[in-house]
C-alpha cells in the first residue's frame, strides 16, 4: 500500500491524465480517465511492465520523484533536446540557439530550476551543445524521409476484443523515399552510458510498433 504519499520526501505532484476524445461522425465522445488501465499509452504499459508499484504512483496516484541540482540537468537536457526537435520537425529552418536561450531563460524565470541547475545551463557553449546535439539527431532521423506527413499529434484506438483505450503522440510520422510510412521517436540519455546496450533496449521497446497500430488503425484525439 502507498500510504500518505503526499508527505513522502522527494515526491512532487505529477501532470494529470490529458482529458481525451473520439469523434464519431457529428459526435464527440468523452472518454473517461477515472479508471485505472481503462486508458493507457505506450509509456504507461512500459512503467507497467518494469515495476507495477511504479506504474501505480505515476499514473493512478500521479506522484513522481523530484530531483533537483545537477541530478535534474540529464531530465531537463533531455526535454530540452526533445522540444527542439518538435521545433525543427516543423520548421527546419529554425534558429535552435535562439529557441534554446528562450526555454532556458522561461524555466528560470518561472523558477523551475535551482542554482545549480541554472549555472550549469546557462554558463558558455551549453545552448549551443544541445541545440548542435538536435540538429544532428535531426540530420539522422530525416535521412531517407521524402516528407513529414505528421508531428506531435495525438491518436487513440479501442484495442481490439476489448472496451480499453490505447492512445499515444508519435514524435514524428514520415513518408520514406520509398513512399512507406514510418515512425520517428525520439531518445536521448547520457553518454556516458553504455550506448550500445541502450540502443539494442530501444530496439526491443514495442513503442513504436504500438504507434504504429494506432497510425494505422486509430484516429486523431481531440482534447
Known amino acids: 500500500m502507498a500510504l500518505h504519499v503526499s508527505e513522502w520526501l522527494d515526491v512532487q505532484e505529477g501532470r494529470p491524465a490529458s482529458p ?23 509509456s504507461e504499459l512500459r512503467a507497467f511492465m518494469t515495476c507495477p508499484r511504479l506504474w501505480f504512483l505515476e499514473y493512478c496516484r500521479r506522484v513522481q520523484r523530484r530531483k533537483e541540482g545537477k541530478k535534474a540537468l540529464p531530465m531537463i537536457r533531455g526535454s530540452l533536446t526533445h522540444e527542439a526537435l518538435r521545433i525543427l520537425t516543423s520548421n527546419p529552418e529554425a534558429n535552435l540557439v535562439t529557441e534554446v536561450g528562450i526555454m532556458v531563460k522561461d524555466l528560470v524565470t518561472a523558477g523551475s530550476l535551482d542554482f545549480e541547475a541554472q ?11 544541445i541545440a548542435d546535439r538536435s540538429h544532428a539527431m535531426f540530420a539522422l532521423a530525416m535521412e531517407g524521409v521524402a516528407e513529414v506527413v505528421e508531428h506531435e499529434q495525438r491518436r487513440i484506438m479501442r484495442m481490439p476484443g476489448t472496451k480499453k483505450w490505447l492512445h499515444g503522440i508519435p514524435d514524428a510520422v514520415v513518408r520514406m523515399d520509398d513512399g512507406r510510412l514510418a515512425i520517428i521517436e525520439y531518445k536521448t540519455t547520457s553518454t556516458k552510458k553504455d550506448l550500445p ?9 514495442p513503442s513504436v510498433h504500438l504507434y504504429a497500430a494506432l497510425v494505422q488503425s486509430g484516429q486523431l484525439a481531440f482534447a
Do not use: C, M, W
Open 119 to 129: 549555472a550549469e545551463l546557462l554558463a558558455e557553449g551549453q545552448v549551443q551543445a
Open 197 to 205: 546496450k541502450v540502443g539494442d533496449g530501444y530496439s526491443s521497446n
Open 20 to 42: 481525451l476524445a473520439v469523434k464519431h461522425g457529428r459526435t464527440t465522445y468523452r472518454i473517461s480517465r477515472t479508471r485505472p488501465g481503462f486508458v493507457v499509452s505506450p
